[in-house]
């Protein structure tokens, strides 16, 4: 919008001086002459021209337009960097507590296997060899296989982690 204001006060800057033009003459000594005394005097200064005084206003106010416009981008451009410097605290934020939830569920499960060994342990000190122990045995030795294998997973699902145990 600037620009088409800017051309067309040099059109009608051209304009003024294409009907200067034929009044004016050249003296001996190269100076303007002006072949008319009656001349009005406002005519040779474009400025006073009305549509010259509209379009100068246009652009007046199109410059003050644009000042508010480039304040207000650069306002909304250190909101957004704020913004995603935020963001970016918060995802390293959360992939942390991820980080720290994961180890929990580790060590979770190896204190499960824990207990399992020492439950197995203990059934395997007692005197008894009876069936019903040997099952337990036997029951408890396939629950610590399925945390062991868990705890794997876990390891193996998150590579950034070192593999408890």
Not at 14 to 34: A, F, H, R, W, Y
Not at 41 to 55: A, F, G, I, S
Not at 119 to 134: C, D, M, V, W
């Amino acid at each position: 919008m600037v620009m088409m204001v800017v051309m067309m006060v040099m059109v009608m800057q051209g304009k003024d001086q294409n009907k200067k033009g034929p009044n004016i003459k050249l003296g001996q000594q190269g100076e303007k002459k002006s072949s008319s005394i009656l001349q009005d005097p406002h005519k040779d200064n474009p400025m006073d021209n009305p549509k010259m005084e509209e379009l100068m206003s246009v652009l007046e106010k199109t410059r003050q337009e644009l000042d508010a416009t480039k304040q207000r981008l650069s306002s909304t451009q250190q909101s957004l960097t704020e913004r995603d410097s935020h963001l970016t605290n918060l995802r390293q934020e959360r992939r942390k507590q991820l980080e720290e939830i994961l180890e929990m569920k580790q060590q979770a499960l190896l204190a499960a296997i824990s207990e399992k060994d020492a439950n197995i342990a203990l059934l395997e000190l007692s005197s008894s060899n009876k069936k019903k122990t040997q099952e337990e045995v036997m029951s408890l030795k396939r629950e610590k296989d399925r945390l062991m294998q868990q705890l794997k997973q876990q390891a193996f699902s998150n590579p950034h982690r070192r593999r408890a145990g």
